[in-house]
């Protein structure tokens, strides 16, 4: 049975140090959408606030880390546009 370690550090809003027993990262964006600098590289992570849908994309070395970018960026509008939609 193993243990587990972490400790989310505010440094200013929307930054965040994360310390874990493998290792240290940093976030950063506002809370539902997230880019996560790492020892396992990058990280872009956009969610749907209160439903407890997101949706994770790793870096890719050969497409690059700004289509990751535009990925949640694209899905960030939609999940927006949905909200939108369903209140109006």
Known sequence: MGFRFFKRI??????TLNVGKRGISTSIGPRGTKITLGPKGQRATVGVSG???????????????????????????IAAASLFLLKG
């Open 51 to 77: 439903t407890g849908l997101s949706y994770s994309v790793n870096s890719d070395k050969k497409r690059g880390f700004p289509l990751i970018i535009a990925i949640v960026i694209i899905i960030a509008v």
């Open 10 to 15: 505010k440094i200013l809003p929307g930054v």
